[in-house]
């Protein structure tokens, strides 16, 4: 059997980027998952969308995603609890109070409507944060979060009623590659279909899909964890970030909260396992930065995959040496927020050779040779 495109992964890369591609009238394109819809990062994450980056490539694509998260409701006929209750950054150091000084000019004028906030005012809107020790924030009233369940089933909806077949419990184990192009992908159960356009949307998974195809990408898996508390009385509107303290948290719209921590030593696996280490830093960091939680109850904790980078910015597009691969992978923990503008960027590269934003300091072809890259320095 013959497909157009060929897409692995049903996350939120591989079920918006088939929606996309079908609303352009693309036909024969079918989506392979391993398990279900949403059984890898994208139903293991915090659901932040948030526009304040460090590096003008993920602002740009992040404020482009916060347009298609605003209509999207609208466009899929589907409910995705996007909320823009904005997102609160939380400077201690006076070197973070000059990086944020920093993003904040790059931010504006990229056209995101963020602010400096300082320290007194941060305390009179904010009550419940501890302040004493926060030097400055940055306040983005258009950030906000969604539930990344509810967005992906919305976009593989979409996709499915646009013709978009999901072939789901069906994991790729080999693809067959004949000089310049992919040829076939074939299944578990030995299934073989040959490829107009191969995509990789892996996730967590990149690099063994890409080794598949004999080919060596700088991503590599590594665990995050994330909790969820008992429902509270609506308090908290903005999602709420501190670098320092290498945490993030979110009151949900049914009123838990959602909170996670970054390990820098965390070793590069793909371990999803939860730890009791995990909820003994969260709960010490947390109630650091608002006391009032040292009373509430923590009812489920999960882990997932970040995908990164060595830059921690997402590696988009074709495979250089390739006419037919293309990837949108190792979004380095922010994939979510951004998988609506690279998806649909994605698929004006598949269907017409270009985008309509230039997103070549994003292809691989950065990590060649001794080339420079910009770390994304706001990753938590
Ligand atoms: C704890 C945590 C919190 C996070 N918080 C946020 C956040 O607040 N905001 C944000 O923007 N991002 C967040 N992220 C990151 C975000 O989850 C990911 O960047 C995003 O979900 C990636 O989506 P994806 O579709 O590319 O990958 P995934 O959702 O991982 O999907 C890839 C899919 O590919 C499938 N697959 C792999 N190999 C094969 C194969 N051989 N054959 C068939 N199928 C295969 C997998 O089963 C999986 O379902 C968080 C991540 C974690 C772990």
Redesign the pocket.
Known sequence: MKLDVAI???????SALAYYLSKRGIKNIAV????YVC????G??????RQQWATPGNCRLAYRSVKHFEKLEQELGYPTEYYQGGYLLLAFTEEEKKQFEKNVLMQQKAGVPVRLISQSEIKKMFPYIKTDDVKIGTHCQTDGHANPMLVTQAYAEAAKKNGVKFHLF???KKIERRGEQITSISTETGDKFEVGVFFN?????SA??AAMAGLEIPTRPQR???LVTEPLKKFLDPLVISFHHHIYFRQTMHGSLVM?WGDDNEPYSHNTESSLEFLKVMSRQITKLVPAMKSVKIIRQW?????MTPDAQPILGRMPGLSNYYQ?VG?S???????PAVTELMAELIDTGKTSIDISELTIDRFKGNQSFTLEKSVV
């Not at 882990?303 to 995908?307: D, Q, V």
């Open positions: 692995i992964g049903a996350g939120i890369t591989g392979f998952e391993k398990q059984s890898g990062s994208t293991r994450c915090g659901g932040g969308i069906t994991e790729i949307a892996a996730g967590g998974y063994d899909v995050h964890e994330i996670g882990a997932g995959l970040y995908n949108a979004y923990g922010h994939g979510f927020m951004i998988a």
